[in-house]
């Protein structure tokens, strides 16, 4: 039982690339989110799932996109980065309302 | 939307002592509060949580409390040892077709030993 898993742990793009950031559990969980976190400003929300097929802006959607084709994966892209995207991004998913976000171990990415 | 404000961002706290982080929430229909811990590096994991029928819960050195009324919840760490030291986030949940968590700013937490 992995948990929460994150790929990749690194990268380092530079302006206009694309990427894919990967999260997969295998926790069985309903709900899948994407935050970003930020020196002095805590973890922000930017994209979630409440199921297959389905996903949701946060508080923080421009610049990303998501998908969720299936239930144990939660993919979130980044079409063209910019320098303000330079960020650590953990995956979270949980089970059903008012319980634990698992986190997975992060991503840190740079964009120069 | 919810608004998570926490403090103070940075907590220097000799070992032994007691250490206590507070946070207000703007959106009265929150329900679920609960809090993280984040070591250097590492992944935030949940050290304790609060439902808004209860005011109070305990684990061992930690508590939570929780004033619905005013708005407000708190961390308090008791008799804090040096592995206590890292950066804590309160949160409050809303559920708008999916429970959605939003976060405070995080505090800076150092035991001097």
């Known amino acids: 039982n992995a948990g929460v898993t994150q790929t990749p742990k690194f990268r380092v793009l530079k302006t206009g690339q694309s990427m894919t950031l990967l999260c997969a559990q295998d926790m069985n969980h309903e709900y899948m989110y994407w935050y970003r976190q930020d020196p002095g400003m805590g973890l922000r929300l930017i994209h979630y799932s409440v199921g297959e097929g389905t996903t949701a802006k946060g508080e923080v959607p421009d610049g990303y996109n998501v998908s969720r084709l299936k239930k144990q994966n939660f993919l979130l892209g980044l079409e063209s980065a910019a320098p303000s995207q330079t960020s650590v991004y953990f995956c979270?998913?949980?089970?059903?309302?008012?319980?634990?976000?698992?986190f997975g171990n992060g991503t840190r990415l740079t964009v120069t | 939307g919810e608004n998570v404000e926490q403090h103070p961002s940075t907590l220097s706290v000799q070992e032994g002592d007691s250490a206590v982080i507070k946070c207000t929430y703007s959106d009265s229909a929150s329900n679920y509060f609960p809090w993280y811990k984040q070591e250097l590096g590492k992944r935030p994991q949940l050290i304790i949580d609060?439902?808004?029928?209860?005011g109070e819960k305990k684990d061992q050195r930690i508590a939570v409390t929780l004033n619905k009324t005013a708005k407000h919840f708190s961390l308090h760490i008791t008799e804090t040892q040096p592995e206590d030291s890292a950066v804590y986030f309160c949160a409050a949940s809303i559920i708008q077709g999916a429970q959605k968590l939003v976060f405070g700013q995080g505090t800076r937490l150092t035991i001097n030993p």
């Open positions: 979270a998913s949980t089970t059903r309302t008012n319980s634990p976000l698992h």
């Open positions: 609060i439902r808004s029928n209860v």
